[in-house]
T-cell receptor
Framework: AQSVTQLDSQVPVFEEAPVELRCNYS??????LFWYVQYPNQGLQLLLK??????LVKGINGFEAEFNKSQTSFHLRKPSVHISDTAEYFC????????????FGTGTSLTVIP | DGGITQSPKYLFRKEGQNVTLSCEQN?????MYWYRQDPGQGLRLIYY???????QKGDIAEGYSVSREKKESFPLTVTSAQKNPTAFYLC???????????????FGQGTRLTVV
């Protein structure tokens, strides 16, 4: 079975400071990995995804994530956050070649403090 | 523009009534999903469908029903058997999840259901 753990439920950070949102997964097979962002009362928007190739993935809004297979992690980073980055962030996985479902973490609420 | 549309955005119903949430996509995706979102619990899968006329229960299917008669539509009915239906409901679609190199889930804007 798959599971996704987002280790921090809330992350406050000052504007222009760096941030890392942590995500670990468990799976006995290969997976694809995703980070989504959700603004209040809206749907989820894809930030970035890892399907294959380079383990460092760059996404929208200056975010990037690194896939670490040995540590089964896919942490999201941004070197300098803006007020507009305040939102809920979700990590997700799906098993490769199974036609199965997406599994989501419980989310991390990022609050950028002016 | 291609996308996924949920309607209505806000829905109020009396306790004991069934209610149907609409989800339509024009992305030509085979797979569609319904998630429920409650504060602090992330997204929990209710039902998903990988192909027309076929669907599977997710983790919290009790009190819900779905149909998939057309590729572009995947309505969700919240029945009176659902004990705590007030929540934010999200619909998503994707290519056959896990089978295509460019797979990702596209989400609608959600429906907030309040039962009074």
């Amino acid at each position: 079975a798959q599971s996704v753990t987002q280790l921090d439920s809330q992350v406050p950070v000052f504007e222009e400071a760096p941030v890392e949102l942590r995500c670990n997964y468990s799976s006995s097979v290969s997976v694809y990995l995703f980070w989504y962002v959700q603004y209040p009362n809206q749907g989820l928007q894809l930030l970035l995804k890892y399907l294959s190739g380079s383990t460092l993935v760059k996404g929208i809004n200056g975010f990037e994530a690194e896939f670490n297979k040995s540590q089964t992690s896919f942490h999201l980073r941004k070197p300098s956050v803006h007020i507009s980055d305040t939102a809920e962030y979700f990590c997700a996985v799906i098993r490769v070649n199974t036609g199965n479902q997406f599994y989501f973490g419980t989310g991390t609420s990022l609050t950028v403090i002016p | 523009d291609g996308g996924i549309t949920q309607s209505p955005k806000y829905l109020f119903r009396k306790e004991g009534q069934n209610v149907t949430l609409s989800c339509e996509q024009n992305l030509n995706h085979d797979a569609m999903y319904w998630y429920r979102q409650d504060p602090g619990q992330g997204l929990r899968l209710i039902y998903y469908s990988q192909i027309v006329n076929d669907f599977q229960k997710g983790d919290i299917a009790e009190g819900y029903s779905v149909s998939r008669e057309k590729k572009e539509s995947f309505p969700l009915t919240v029945t009176s058997a659902q004990k705590n239906p007030t929540a934010f409901y999200l619909c998503a679609s994707s290519t056959r999840a896990g089978l295509a190199l460019n797979t990702e889930a596209f989400f609608g804007q959600g429906t907030r259901l309040t039962v009074v």
